[in-house]
Each structure stands twice: as structure tokens, then as C-alpha cells.
């Protein structure tokens, strides 16, 4: 900008520097009242001869100034055109950093809420893995007697299917108690099994009436009860596995009189499932 007045001030001075000897020039050329002896040719050749070098001179002086200042305007340009380029380059620099340093901080945040969630889903998947395990810990502390009260001695392919899910369930022993001789009990849970016992025989069934097979069934039931009762630890659940029908039997209601814990079932499934809580209730009643 100083440059541009420079150069608005070299061409005040040519204005002022030309319009000076025209000035007096046409003052000169202008007639006055008293006539005066016109000059020499010789004189006028001269005259106009400095004012052309004059004018060249001053025309030359503003090329170079005029070219000085297109220089200098371009040069403006280029120095302009550099500080845009080097501040887009500083602009883009920081804006790649930050946007690293905000993909960063996107990419910790995520980690961090992942590895939180992570952790609570594998916790909470312990835990229960940890009660799980602590669950079959119980089972496989405990010991099943499995009592059929038959009179004759049982064989390994007569072993009924309850008996051999309980066995597969895990527990710490599992056995069949051989009722036809004196019996001895001392696992931790007894199972009285009165199905795969037959109460009544199928004779019995075809020629009685219904309540008296009814009353048998009650009957036979008292004295199963009855020949376990005294052989029975003191601290074994007892689990009476029977199908009685459509008849309720009361001497599995009278057995709380009797015994301190002990539950019925009436078909495998239920079986299998009164046999494992009734282990639980044996560990706990051990612990006590």
C-alpha cells in the first residue's frame, strides 16, 4: 500500500511538472496589447526539444514505477498465496491431530464401556457357573440308598430305569439295598421305590373290587413303611416313590409323625427331581 502511494505521488509531480511549461507556454503564445518581435526558429526548435526529452523522461519514469507496482502487487499475491497455503497447512495439521486425538478418545471410550460390560456379563456368568458348581459340589457329597423290598435278591439287569438315572445324576454313591436280607441303611437319603415293587398282583387286581384292592394297597404300603422305619438313620430324608391312583394313602400323611423329613413322588421325572432336593436338605440338615 505505501508503495501504491509512491508511485500516486510520481505521477502528481509528472502532472504538475508537465502542465508548468504549457502553462507558460500558452501564456507565452497568448497576444498581449503591446506587439513584441516573435521569437527565433532557433529558439523554438530548442524549446521544444526539452520538452519532449522532458516528456520522455517523465514517461519513462512512469513505465518503471507503473512496473514497479505490478511487481509489487504480484509479489503481494505470491506472498498472500504462501501464508493462505502454509495457514491450510497449519489449519489441516491441527485438524488432523485433533481428529486423531478424537478417534482416540472414541476408541478408549468404546474400549472402556466394552470391557465394563464385558466384565459384568463374564461376573454374572461366574457367579452362576459358581453356583452351579457349588450345587453339584452338594450332590456329589451325598449317598442314596435305593430300596425295593422284594424278597428275592435283585440283578444287575433287573436294576429299574429310576435307579439308573439317579446313579447317572452324579451323586457320591448310589446303591441298590438288597431287601431280601437284613436290611442296613446309612446314606444320607433313602428312597423307598413301591412301583417297581408290585403291591398288588394282577390276580388281585381282576378278581377284587376296587375298595378292596384300595384297602390292600393302603395296607401293604403301612407295612413297607413299617419294616423301613426301623432301620432308617436318624438323619436320611426319606423319598416314598408310589402310584397309588386316583386314592390318597395315609400313612405317607402319618409319616410326619415319624420321620423329620421326607417328601413322595409318583413318576420318574418327579422322582428324580424330590431325590435331588431332598439331597439339599441333607447337606444342610449335616451341616447343622
Do not use: H
Amino acid at each position: 500500500m505505501e508503495l501504491f502511494f509512491m508511485q500516486l505521488q510520481n505521477l502528481l509531480n509528472f502532472a504538475r511538472f508537465w502542465l508548468l511549461p504549457n502553462r507558460v507556454l500558452f501564456i507565452a503564445q497568448t497576444p498581449t496589447p503591446t506587439p513584441k518581435p516573435s521569437p527565433s526558429p532557433i529558439a523554438d526548435v530548442e524549446l521544444l526539444k526539452t520538452q519532449i526529452q522532458f516528456l520522455q523522461d517523465a514517461n519513462t519514469r512512469l513505465n518503471n514505477s507503473f512496473g514497479s507496482f505490478v511487481s509489487a502487487i504480484n509479489l503481494s499475491f505470491v506472498v498472500l498465496t504462501l501464508i493462505l497455503a502454509v495457514a491450510g497447512a497449519i489449519s489441516v495439521y491441527f485438524f488432523s491431530q485433533s481428529l486423531k486425538e478424537a478417534r482416540q478418545l472414541v476408541r478408549e471410550e468404546v474400549e472402556k464401556r466394552l470391557q465394563a460390560s464385558v466384565s459384568e456379563i463374564v461376573g454374572q456368568q461366574v457367579d452362576n457357573l459358581q453356583q452351579i458348581l457349588e450345587r453339584e459340589k452338594v450332590i456329589g457329597g451325598i449317598s442314596i440308598d435305593y430300596v425295593i423290598p422284594q424278597k428275592q435278591p435283585i440283578i444287575l439287569d433287573d436294576y429299574p430305569e429310576e435307579y439308573q438315572l439317579i446313579l447317572q445324576r452324579g451323586f457320591q454313591v448310589a446303591r441298590i439295598v438288597d431287601a431280601s436280607k437284613r436290611m442296613k441303611l446309612s446314606s444320607d437319603v433313602v428312597v423307598l421305590d413301591l412301583v417297581n415293587y408290585q403291591l398288588i398282583t394282577e390276580p388281585e387286581k381282576i378278581s377284587l373290587p376296587e375298595s378292596e384292592v384300595n384297602k390292600l394297597v393302603e395296607e401293604r404300603v403301612v407295612e413297607q413303611l413299617q419294616n423301613l422305619l426301623k432301620v432308617l438313620p436318624n438323619k436320611s430324608v426319606l423319598v416314598v416313590y408310589v402310584r397309588p391312583g386316583k386314592q390318597r394313602i395315609n400313612a405317607i400323611d402319618e409319616l410326619a409323625q415319624k420321620v423329620q423329613y421326607y417328601a413322595s413322588a409318583n413318576t420318574p421325572v418327579n422322582l428324580i427331581g424330590t431325590v435331588v432336593d431332598s439331597a439339599y436338605v441333607a447337606d444342610a440338615w449335616k451341616r447343622c
